[in-house]
């Protein structure tokens, strides 16, 4: 995503990539999380958990990414570092993006707050040959609101028969 996020309309950071990757903020609120972990599970479950519609499943699924996401934290930050500076030098790619000439199935959750349907719409338009697909039913984790319908829109021979498009 860090290659169109500067040219696709509507992209808004989440909140813990704003706060990881906002040069002013980013050192203070490493030190916060390393001083003080349980702060900084409860705001990743704060966001990650708003990624989840069912309740049981971000009850399940949220503690285990959140574990996962400790041995990743240094890789976290260092993507988090660039990141800014990364799209906007990506953008220079958009080019390629608009030659790729192989379908591209986009599918994106109607409900997500950040990678919306504006957005998933631009992003899908920068492929000349994409389906749109906006999940009713699902927001941010897609192919976990809506895991069998994600595998059929990816897996159909020709995408348009798994169901409408947007």
Not at 28 to 50: I, K, M, S, T, Y
Not at 145 to 158: C, E, N, S, Y
Request: net charge positive; proline share 8%.
């Amino acid at each position: 995503m860090a290659a169109v996020a500067d040219a696709v309309a509507g992209l808004g950071r989440p909140p813990r990539i704003a706060v990881f990757s906002t040069p002013v903020i980013r050192a203070a609120a490493r030190a916060v999380v390393r001083r003080w972990p349980g702060l900084d599970r409860r705001f990743f479950a704060w966001q990650v958990g708003g990624f989840i519609a069912d309740p049981a499943v971000r009850g399940q699924l949220v503690p285990q990414l959140y574990e996962q996401s400790l041995a990743a934290r240094p890789a976290f930050w260092r993507l988090n570092d660039d990141l800014l500076t990364e799209a906007i030098r990506h953008r220079r790619r958009i080019g390629d993006l608009r030659r790729f000439t192989r379908p591209v199935q986009v599918i994106f959750g109607a409900r997500d707050r950040y990678l919306n349907p504006r957005v998933a719409r631009n992003l899908a338009g920068l492929f000349p040959h994409s389906q749109l697909h906006l999940l009713d039913d699902a927001g941010h984790y897609v192919q976990v609101d809506q895991p069998k319908r994600v595998a059929d829109l990816i897996t159909a021979p020709d995408p348009s028969t798994a169901g409408s498009p947007e």
